[in-house]
């Protein structure tokens, strides 16, 4: 499976912001997908994910802000983000768990990511 993040950008603090991530390849073997961050110095943090089924589940620090939300008809992930802070900048990236099996018959998990979307947050 192949990601591909679009959409950062540089917001003002309590602006909003939608980034997106397009899966390509394997996109049937894909179950859990999400976004993780990493800022400048600190190690990369989970932000948000959601199940096959739509469930979805935040890190505290962005629970009632952000919204994640993915189109399976489109093969399509979205975080739309919302009162964004100074400390919501980062390094964004999309990810998701798949699962299949290999050309031999041997069951495979992994988990791919996305390269990755500035999203800074300054006056």
């Known amino acids: 499976v192949q990601l591909q993040a679009s959409g950062g950008g540089l917001v003002q603090p309590g602006g909003s912001l939608r980034i997106s991530c397009a899966a390509s390849?394997?996109?049937?073997?894909?179950?859990?997908m999400g976004w993780s961050r990493q800022a400048p110095g600190n190690q990369r943090e989970l932000v948000a994910s959601i199940t096959s089924g739509d469930i979805t589940n935040y890190a505290d620090s962005v629970q009632g802000r952000f919204t994640i939300s993915r189109d399976n008809a489109k093969n399509m992930l979205y975080l739309q983000m919302a009162s964004l802070k100074p400390e919501d900048t980062a390094v964004y990236y999309c990810w998701a768990n798949v699962n299949y099996f290999s050309d031999y018959g041997v069951p495979v998990a992994a988990k791919s990511w996305g390269q990755g979307t500035q999203v800074t947050v300054s006056s």
């Open positions: 390849g394997r996109v049937d073997s894909i179950n859990d």
